[in-house]
């Protein structure tokens, strides 16, 4: 069962152990004693209103009035940096176990990336907070035009197992800034991170107003079943769907952060250590970021036919020195992502595409860095997103027909571009649509806190990291102050001609017309 509501209740992740052995994590109540202290994340229940109850605790803990106070969501941020500091070592374990991550990837990608995005916050967070000026017609002089932030409520964040802590505490972080209260629900997928979070977030934050939630889809759906503030959910299109056909329900706002095939075009470059300097970007964005198994990663890369070979043979010198060892490269997350990138490769017509590597190893789950050149179309490597170490490369007659291919395709989560051709470039940013655009590099603009990140269309909506964040968790109340100085009647019936003229004058800003209408001088 997902759930065990038996009466007065607190809820324990199951023993790391188990998640060892990536058996899907799982919600379980037990009993416990009043007077017991206040860990995991503590709930009261009465059977079959786990949820509702949680959701009542939140809902109160945002009443009080609490996480609006700026001390309030310092303090929030301050814990988050104490845990990701002082559980190093856990979190450098937990990564390890659920995809095979070395320590200095998941410094880099996630603990590092979490530190700094926490600090930004932190240090901008009063200005973020403030209210922001806006202009007030001259005709309702005397009046101030405001902008305030203020927070949503109760939020819910779906976070993915690729980067299961950073796709967690990112939200977190710019919701708490916002001064909501957050539920989490890391992925069933992620076990050990999941169970990391569950007994180390109620330590560090407030207890009663950051829970986790821990289950599969069923407690997905059960969450879903609820009224939210806003939704965020990371994960396939797929679930996506369903997210906002349960969240139309309710009318609860939803932003969704998902896939996609990011293209990358490469023009020839001239200088030797440029065409390095690319192919070294290029290989660590594709094979050493969760073996290729993130949004953002490269898909395939598109380039002209006569600069192919030399790319692919930078591309296998580069990805032989980044993979020397086995710990260099994380492994495929389960036998079911696995056995979904081997099909790729089954397909006769594909394996005959294989230039370089194609070696699979089903006991350790892991997939030999993989180029393949030109494989078809219409095959499922090119039209389903590959979230794996398979890198095809598609060539064109001439660079600029890369954006043809671009714009045939759903729009990306992100497009990526190595050239020092500034007219490329303008056509790129003109011609194309996706969530980002990345010049002579490729993933970085995920850690660039003054950047949104999100996507358009198929890939996703609404957008977060940095003030975007604190935005997304936020609403923008208007706040308009007048005073009782100065009326003008001709803004009420009964009404006549002379009082239509004024108001054209109003809405032409057409104040010296206004002026003179006013003093009799002019009809």
Not at 155 to 165: A, E, I, K, Q
């Amino acid at each position: 069962m997902l759930f065990n509501t038996a009466s007065g209740a607190r809820f324990i992740p199951q023993a790391r152990a188990r998640h060892r052995g990536h058996q899907p994590a799982s919600v379980h109540f037990v009993s416990y004693s009043s007077s017991a202290s206040v860990s995991m994340g503590s709930l009261h229940e009465e059977p079959g209103h786990g949820i509702g109850d949680l959701l009542s605790g939140l809902q109160e803990a945002y009443g009080s009035g609490r996480t609006k106070d700026l001390a309030w969501r310092r303090a929030q941020l301050k814990g988050l940096l104490r845990l990701l500091t002082e559980k190093e070592e856990e979190i450098f374990d937990a990564l390890h176990d659920d995809l095979g991550k070395h320590r200095a990837e998941s410094y880099r990608d996630e603990l590092g990336a979490l530190v700094k995005s926490v600090n930004h916050t932190l240090k901008n967070l009063e200005r973020w907070a403030a209210p922001e000026k806006a202009q007030a017609p001259l005709v309702s002089f005397p009046a101030t035009a405001l902008v305030v932030p203020e927070p949503l409520g109760v939020v819910l964040v779906f976070s993915c197992w690729n980067l299961p802590l950073g796709l967690a505490l990112e939200p977190v972080s710019g919701a708490l800034a916002a001064g909501n209260v957050v539920v989490v629900k890391p992925s069933e997928l992620a076990p050990s991170t999941a169970a990391f979070l569950a007994a180390n977030i109620p330590r560090y934050l407030d207890p009663k107003a950051v829970k986790v939630i821990l289950g599969g889809p069923e407690v997905g759906e059960q969450l879903m079943e609820h009224r939210w503030d806003k939704v965020l959910f990371t994960g396939s299109a797929n679930v996506g769907r369903l997210i906002l056909t349960k969240a139309a329900k309710h009318l609860t706002p939803v932003a969704l952060e998902l896939g996609s095939k990011c293209p990358c075009i490469v023009d020839q470059l001239d200088s030797k250590r440029d065409r390095q300097i690319a192919v070294n970007r290029i290989a660590g964005a594709k094979w050493s970021v969760c073996a290729g198994q993130a949004c953002v990663a490269i898909d395939y890369i598109l380039v002209e036919e006569k600069f192919a070979p030399i790319l692919i043979e930078l591309l296998k010198s580069t990805v032989k020195r980044f993979t020397a060892t086995p710990e260099c490269m994380a492994k495929i997350l389960n036998t079911k992502h696995f056995q979904r990138l081997s099909n790729f490769l089954d397909d006769d017509r594909v394996a005959r595409s294989v230039v370089h590597g194609g070696s699979v190893n089903q006991k350790t789950l892991t997939i030999e860095p993989t180029i393949l050149l030109n494989p078809p179309l219409d095959s499922d490597i090119m039209t389903e997103e590959i979230f794996g170490p398979l890198l095809p490369i598609i060539t064109v007659k001439k660079i600029e027909d890369t954006i043809k291919f671009v714009t045939s395709m759903q729009k990306p989560l992100a497009i990526y571009a190595f050239t020092k051709n500034e007219k490329l470039k303008h056509r790129i940013i003109n011609e194309t649509s996706s969530g980002s655009i990345t010049f002579n590099d490729a993933t970085v603009q995920y850690v660039v806190e003054g950047l949104p990140f999100g996507g358009v269309g198929q890939s996703g909506f609404g957008q977060y990291h940095g003030k975007y964040s604190f935005e997304l968790f936020s609403n923008k109340k208007a706040v308009f102050k007048r005073s009782f100085l100065i009326e003008f009647m001709f803004r009420y019936p009964p009404w006549d001609d002379s009082k239509i003229g004024m108001l054209r004058h109003v809405f032409n800003t057409n104040y010296i017309l206004l002026l003179l209408g006013l003093l009799g001088l002019r009809r």
